[in-house]
Structures are given as C-alpha cells and as structure tokens.
C-alpha cells in the first residue's frame, strides 16, 4: 500500500471589490440570475453565468419543482443552455453566488455533485479548464482552475470504452 495526497490550490477573495472588472462584471451577472431563480421550496437561490470563448455570457438559475429530484441547479441551466445555443463554444469561466430567503448567506456554495459532474463532462469535451468563481451573497469569493479540482477523481468517458 501506498498513500498519495490529492491537494489543489485556491485563490481566497476577501470580498467581490478585489476581483478583477471582468470578474466582476461576470459575478454581478451571476448576482442578477440568482434573483431570478425559482426556489419555492428551498428558499436557497443560486445564480450562475458562463463566459464563452467568444465573449458571450449565458446564465443560468436553480429551478426547483415539488418532486424535488425533477429540479435542476443553477450551474447545469447554464452549461447546458450554452451547449444547446453556442455548441462547439469553450466555456472559459463560471460564477456562482447564492443566497437564501431564510438567512444571510456570508460564504460560498460549491457546486454540488452532480453540476461538477457536468461541468467535468464540459471540460473533458472542450479539453480545457474552466475557472470557477464561487460565492454567497456577501464575504469570500473562493476561485479555482478547473472542476479537476473540487472533482479530482471524476468519472468520465475513458470508463465507458
């Protein structure tokens, strides 16, 4: 037996004033889709924007349904609108923010399991990373390089030849 330590690095936002102005402006696109999203149920709102290699924005928001696994999260209406609009088109960024009608929420919300596994799909389609940008509707905005990262043992196609 062996034992191997699987780390990746993160970039820490104190707050949404130090990212970039690209960065910004696709986060507040996500900030503008979350207000949009139906979460009756839940009450947790999430917003996601995709910037495309050709400079297009998609979003996308969490669409919740009574029978609950019939919903889909934010970060899959997007990746999956950009596929069935812009095919072909790489996915360069993703930003994330969520908020709840319950309570404050003061730090970020990663993708859950089944959007990094989507995500993963996109990445391994394009062949290249895309940079996700996450957080709550105030605090840390949390970056990292590529969904390898929060999903570095994914499942993908090579399993399936």
Known sequence: MKRENIAF???VY??????????????EAAVAARKNAYAPYSKFQVGAALLLENGMVVTGNNQENACYPAGLCAERVAIFHAGATYPGVAIKALAISATS??????K???????????ISEYEIKQQEPIRIMMMGETGTVLQCHS??????LAFNNSFLS
């Open 108 to 118: 970020p919300a990663a993708p859950c399991g089944n959007c990094r596994q989507s």
């Open 101 to 106: 009608m319950n309570q404050p929420v003061s």
């Open 14 to 27: 104190d707050g949404f004033e130090e990212l970039s102005e690209n960065d910004q402006t696709l986060m």
């Open 9 to 11: 690095e993160l970039m």
């Open 147 to 152: 969904i390898s990262d929060l999903l570095p």
